[in-house]
């Protein structure tokens, strides 16, 4: 996926949850706008640097938007609009191979009390992709999910479930935005709820992939799958 074209800078604070204060590099401090409902734990520190994207839109309020942190080893992916489109690009371009051979593809369909947020079909048959933004590291250097009690998360898995107990196929799909990680666990510290579902699903048959990205101020790209653990 290639993003709009970058607007680096330093950030010296994030607050309110969806605000956050940058110095540019011309040394002019603004607010952007930070596309992120979670914690984003283990993604900010003052002073590290970042990159932005510019509005063109005179009615937006906020004409920056927080794209992506960097913690001096890697960028990271921050902006949670973008992971469903990353899915949707890879699943496209078969990079996924879990989910190959499809020749629907429809977003956002709802599903008893939710909306999954990728269906595939062909002839007949149906995948529903449920998409999760992951951005936690932890202190032993796993990726973990979520970043903070996610009901809504919860929510999902319970459909995910519902649906395989139907025996339609389910799968989660963990799109990991940064490079410092090499693992997946759900945290069980953050959201036990969230951790014992995400577990029964993978026994009942809901498939868990989580899958990596290789992640530039330019372009983001799915790239790998990596070991999913529970511990």
Known sequence: MQLPPPVKGIIHKRYKRFLCDIELENGEVITAHTANT??????WEPGWKVSLSKSSNPKRKLAYSLE??????????????RPNSL?????????IPELKGYTSLKREVDVGESRIDILLEKNG??????????????????A???DSVSERGQK??????????????????FIIQREDVDKFAPAYEIDPEYALLLK?????GVEILPYQCKMNENEIIVNKRIPLVFE
Request: net charge negative; glycine share 6%.
């Open 125 to 142: 048959d149906k995948c529903f992709v449920e998409v999760k933004n992951v951005t936690l590291k932890d202190s032993d250097g796993l």
């Open 156 to 173: 999902h898995l319970c459909e995910l479930i519902n649906l395989k107990e139907q025996g339609i196929r389910a799968v989660m799909l």
């Open 144 to 146: 973990r999910f979520p």
């Open 38 to 43: 979670g914690s984003m734990k283990s993604c």
């Open 87 to 95: 899915a949707q690009e890879a699943i496209e371009k078969e990079i």
């Open 200 to 204: 029964e699903a993978q026994e009942i």
């Open 68 to 81: 992506l942190t960097h913690n001096g080893l890697t960028w990271i992916g921050v902006n949670t609009a």
